[in-house]
Nanobody, 117 residues
């Protein structure tokens, strides 16, 4: 069955960096667009970043442009999100998600990112 398992979250000071990973299994990872979606406390879902199958086309929310970088290793079935210059407002639960026919059909369990001094 399809599984998406995020890791790499944690507590970091403002201005710091984290690298999130999402290990995918149960499907042909290289055939799907993948996204990172986050949910801050008391707020709705925000589409943070997306990446096409080959890694050459990306999407970034305006709130993270220039600070976050999405990438993938299709040989290792893994999606990454490098997050630099983190701000308090980046605090959220970060989900890895699979895009299928322009809809999210599978989500991971999420990894918590907390930016605080």
């Amino acid at each position: 069955q399809v599984q998406l398992v995020e890791s790499g979250g944690g507590l970091v000071q403002p201005g710091g960096s984290l690298r999130l990973s999402c290990a995918a299994s149960g499907f042909t990872f290289s055939s799907y667009w993948m996204y990172w979606v986050r949910q801050a406390p008391g707020k709705g879902l925000e589409w943070v970043s997306g990446l096409n199958t080959g890694g050459g086309s990306t999407y970034y929310a305006d709130s993270v442009k220039g600070r976050f970088t999405i990438s993938r290793d299709n040989a290792k079935n893994t999606l990454f999100l490098q997050m630099n210059s983190l701000k308090r407002e980046d605090t959220a639960l970060y989900y890895c998600a699979r895009l299928n026919s322009w809809q999210i059909d599978y989500w991971g369990q999420g990894t918590q990112v907390t930016v605080s001094s």
